[in-house]
Structure formats: C-alpha cells, structure tokens
C-alpha cells in the first residue's frame, strides 16, 4: 500500500471521529445553553399568572357591577311607576278643583 493512502485513509479516519464526536453535547453544555431560555420562560408563565389573576378578578368585579347596575335599573322602573301614579293622582285632584261645582 502507498504511503499515500494510508495517510490519506488516517486522515479521513480522524476527520471522521472528530466530526462525529463534536457533535455530541454534553449534559451540562446542554443545560447551560438552556438555563437562560428556561429562567425567561419561568418569569413569562409568572406574569402570565399574576395576569390571569388580575383578568379574573377585574371580570368578578365587572360581573358584580352589572348585578348592582341590573338591580339599580329594576329599583328605578318602580320608582317610575310610582311617580307616574302620583302624577296621575295629581292631575286628578287638579281637574277636580278646577270644575264647578253646582
């Protein structure tokens, strides 16, 4: 065998193992590289929840407001309808007065 291949055929050997072993990672090359991405996800699902939180609470606080507002309507509709009897007993003791009496 020439001189050549065998240098040739031992350089493609290491290439090879050098190519093939690079490419693995190791456990804690792997959890450096992921630590930032993980502590930015941690601090993302964090004020997601304390969003969720002030989401819900200002939807029981709206809830209850359009319960007041629903009773304050009904409340009104009554204090129309008896304002609208007064009017209408007013109105009758007014004609009353004004006619003549015989």
Known sequence: MPPF???S???VVTLASAIGLSGCATKSYVREQIAPVSQRVDTLEQKLQETDGTAKSALAEAQAASGQAQNNGQRLDQLNARVDGV???LQTQEARRKRPRH
């Open 9 to 11: 055929a031992l350089s």
């Open 5 to 7: 291949v065998s240098k």
């Open 87 to 89: 009017e209408q007993r």
